[in-house]
């Protein structure tokens, strides 16, 4: 697998001054640490990850989002998937969910609300110039991350900053 550290580095836990500066810029987490460790280890287990690129872990209330290189899960067979889902889960103490970086914003929105889906999509510019995207969802009980988890890793991985609205909201017991 590729990282964005050496993976020499993460055999032996001994980082070079390169990985070290991303390490103190924290363009490399914690948490990234952790599960690029661990990915490291389970490419014995998932051979198909050797192609794979890790891009980074964006976690949010005990939710860890990992994300790939856009194609990189596409190869990995659904029950390698949430098999490798529940390994990281389970190693991590977070709910995992594993993400591609696919690169139209639209469709990497979509999956990550999946398998709620998107039915409108807006841009909203607002005084201060910066620009927010709302994207309508069809049903709120589809949507089983967070709006503020799915916020969180937009903003992260694409720099968006996402607003998530619903078709239809669960009724509220008041
Ligand atoms: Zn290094």
């Given amino acids: 697998m590729e990282f964005p550290v050496c993976s020499f580095d993460l055999k032996t836990g001994i ?4 990985c070290e500066q991303k390490i103190r810029r924290r363009e490399v987490t914690e948490i990234d640490l952790k599960v690029m460790k661990l990915l ?3 490419e014995k287990t998932f051979p198909q990850l050797s192609s794979s690129r890790y891009l980074k872990t964006v976690v949010h209330d005990s939710h860890a989002f990992v994300v790939f290189r856009e194609g990189d899960l596409l190869r990995l067979p659904f029950p390698q998937q949430s098999n490798l889902r529940r390994k990281l889960s389970e190693a991590i103490n977070m709910e995992t969910r594993l993400l591609e970086d696919v690169a139209a914003p639209n469709r990497f929105l979509q999956e990550l609300v999946s398998p709620a889906r998107i039915v409108a999509v807006n841009k909203i510019w607002l005084p201060d110039q ?4 709302r994207i309508v969802l069809d049903d709120e009980r589809n ?11 937009a903003k992260e991985v694409k720099g968006i900053t996402l607003r998530v609205d619903f078709e239809r909201r669960r009724r509220r017991l008041k």
């Fill in 15 to 18: 980082f070079c001054p390169t």
């Fill in 40 to 42: 490291y280890d389970f």
């Fill in 130 to 133: 910066s620009v927010e995207t």
């Fill in 143 to 153: 949507l089983r991350i967070n709006a503020d988890a799915a916020s969180a890793v």
